[in-house]
Protein backbone atom coordinates (compact mmCIF):
# COMPACT_ATOMS: atom_id res chain seq x y z
CA UNK A 1 0.00 0.00 0.00
CA UNK A 2 1.33 3.03 -0.93
CA UNK A 3 2.32 5.93 2.00
CA UNK A 4 1.83 9.60 1.20
CA UNK A 5 3.97 11.94 3.72
CA UNK A 6 4.81 15.54 3.66
CA UNK A 7 8.50 16.09 3.07
CA UNK A 8 9.47 19.82 3.27
CA UNK A 9 7.08 21.50 0.93
CA UNK A 10 6.73 18.45 -1.04
CA UNK A 11 4.40 15.48 -0.94
CA UNK A 12 6.15 12.32 -1.64
CA UNK A 13 4.44 8.72 -2.12
CA UNK A 14 6.30 5.79 -1.06
CA UNK A 15 4.61 3.43 -3.59
CA UNK A 16 7.67 0.57 -2.64
CA UNK A 17 9.76 0.50 0.20
CA UNK A 18 13.24 -1.26 0.29
CA UNK A 19 11.66 -3.36 3.00
CA UNK A 20 9.20 -4.84 0.98
CA UNK A 21 11.77 -6.37 -1.93
CA UNK A 22 14.68 -8.20 -1.99
CA UNK A 23 16.15 -5.90 -4.24
CA UNK A 24 16.20 -2.58 -1.57
CA UNK A 25 14.47 -0.94 -4.57
CA UNK A 26 12.46 2.49 -3.55
CA UNK A 27 10.00 3.75 -5.93
CA UNK A 28 8.89 7.01 -4.66
CA UNK A 29 6.72 9.55 -6.60
CA UNK A 30 7.45 13.31 -5.89
CA UNK A 31 5.27 16.06 -6.09
CA UNK A 32 6.35 19.84 -5.65
CA UNK A 33 5.14 23.04 -7.21
CA UNK A 34 7.34 25.64 -8.79
CA UNK A 35 10.19 27.04 -7.61
CA UNK A 36 11.27 23.67 -5.37
CA UNK A 37 14.52 23.21 -5.96
CA UNK A 38 17.32 20.73 -4.09
CA UNK A 39 20.76 22.38 -3.89
CA UNK A 40 23.67 20.81 -6.13
CA UNK A 41 23.86 17.13 -4.11
CA UNK A 42 25.88 13.79 -4.77
CA UNK A 43 24.39 10.04 -3.71
CA UNK A 44 27.69 7.75 -2.97
CA UNK A 45 26.07 5.09 -1.98
CA UNK A 46 23.69 4.62 -5.37
CA UNK A 47 22.45 5.47 -8.42
CA UNK A 48 18.68 8.07 -8.81
CA UNK A 49 16.68 7.37 -11.78
CA UNK A 50 13.82 9.71 -12.31
CA UNK A 51 10.79 9.55 -14.49
CA UNK A 52 9.08 12.61 -15.79
CA UNK A 53 5.15 12.41 -15.11
CA UNK A 54 3.44 16.08 -15.01
CA UNK A 55 5.12 19.26 -15.31
CA UNK A 56 8.66 20.32 -16.67
CA UNK A 57 11.91 19.52 -13.91
CA UNK A 58 15.30 21.37 -15.24
CA UNK A 59 18.14 19.27 -13.81
CA UNK A 60 21.62 20.21 -13.49
CA UNK A 61 23.95 16.94 -13.91
CA UNK A 62 27.62 17.79 -13.53
CA UNK A 63 28.00 20.66 -15.65
CA UNK A 64 25.09 20.08 -18.11
CA UNK A 65 21.44 21.26 -17.72
CA UNK A 66 18.88 19.37 -19.64
CA UNK A 67 14.97 20.57 -19.27
CA UNK A 68 12.74 17.32 -19.04
CA UNK A 69 9.03 16.70 -19.65
CA UNK A 70 6.13 14.32 -19.42
CA UNK A 71 7.91 10.98 -20.47
CA UNK A 72 11.59 11.62 -20.04
CA UNK A 73 14.06 9.06 -17.66
CA UNK A 74 17.31 10.01 -16.90
CA UNK A 75 19.49 7.96 -14.32
CA UNK A 76 22.06 9.96 -12.46
CA UNK A 77 25.03 7.61 -11.83
CA UNK A 78 26.21 7.59 -7.77
CA UNK A 79 28.64 9.77 -6.99
CA UNK A 80 27.60 12.26 -9.82
CA UNK A 81 26.95 16.07 -8.90
CA UNK A 82 23.16 16.94 -9.71
CA UNK A 83 20.53 19.41 -8.84
CA UNK A 84 16.84 19.87 -9.77
CA UNK A 85 14.21 22.67 -9.73
CA UNK A 86 10.45 22.82 -10.51
CA UNK A 87 9.92 25.16 -13.43
CA UNK A 88 6.12 24.35 -14.14
CA UNK A 89 3.61 25.22 -11.60
CA UNK A 90 3.56 22.08 -10.46
CA UNK A 91 5.71 18.73 -11.42
CA UNK A 92 5.14 15.10 -10.47
CA UNK A 93 8.42 12.36 -11.04
CA UNK A 94 9.40 9.03 -9.94
CA UNK A 95 12.42 8.32 -8.27
CA UNK A 96 13.92 5.14 -8.22
CA UNK A 97 16.78 4.17 -5.60
CA UNK A 98 18.64 1.61 -4.10
CA UNK A 99 20.27 3.60 -1.27
CA UNK A 100 19.63 5.25 1.68
CA UNK A 101 17.44 8.15 0.44
CA UNK A 102 14.37 6.12 1.16
CA UNK A 103 15.56 6.61 5.33
CA UNK A 104 16.76 9.67 4.78
CA UNK A 105 13.21 10.66 3.86
CA UNK A 106 11.91 8.39 6.74
CA UNK A 107 13.85 10.98 9.37
CA UNK A 108 12.30 13.95 8.08
CA UNK A 109 8.92 13.44 6.49
CA UNK A 110 5.35 13.62 8.20
CA UNK A 111 2.74 11.75 7.38
CA UNK A 112 0.13 13.91 4.72
CA UNK A 113 -2.28 15.31 6.47
CA UNK A 114 -4.45 15.81 3.56
CA UNK A 115 -4.66 15.01 -0.61
CA UNK A 116 -2.16 18.26 -1.90
CA UNK A 117 1.21 19.58 -0.97
CA UNK A 118 1.35 21.02 2.35
CA UNK A 119 1.90 24.63 3.37
CA UNK A 120 4.49 26.43 0.83
CA UNK A 121 6.34 28.43 3.13
CA UNK A 122 10.37 28.94 3.17
CA UNK A 123 12.06 26.80 5.33
CA UNK A 124 13.74 28.01 8.70
CA UNK A 125 17.68 27.97 9.39
CA UNK A 126 16.99 24.83 11.80
CA UNK A 127 14.86 22.84 9.18
CA UNK A 128 17.61 23.37 6.75
CA UNK A 129 20.11 22.16 9.16
CA UNK A 130 17.94 19.03 9.72
CA UNK A 131 17.94 18.17 6.10
CA UNK A 132 21.77 18.93 5.81
CA UNK A 133 22.65 16.35 9.10
CA UNK A 134 19.90 13.82 7.68
CA UNK A 135 21.63 13.96 4.38
CA UNK A 136 25.15 13.53 5.82
CA UNK A 137 24.11 10.89 7.49
CA UNK A 138 22.32 8.80 4.49
CA UNK A 139 25.56 9.51 2.28
CA UNK A 140 23.89 12.41 0.47
CA UNK A 141 26.82 15.28 0.58
CA UNK A 142 25.59 19.11 -0.61
CA UNK A 143 27.76 20.48 -2.98
CA UNK A 144 26.82 24.27 -3.91
CA UNK A 145 23.07 25.96 -5.08
CA UNK A 146 20.60 24.64 -6.78
CA UNK A 147 20.48 25.03 -10.43
CA UNK A 148 18.75 28.70 -11.44
Excluded at 43 to 69: C, K, P, T, W
Excluded at 108 to 126: I, V, Y
Aim: glycine share 6%; charged share 20%; proline share 5%.
Amino acid sequence: MAEALWFATARLTIHLSQKDNANRLSLIEHHMAEGFAVPLHVHHDEDESFYILQGEVRMQIDNEVRRLAPGDALTVSGGTPHSFRIVSPEARFLSMTTGRFEAMIRRLARPAQNEGLPLQAEPTDEEVAAVVAACAAHGIEFQGPAVA
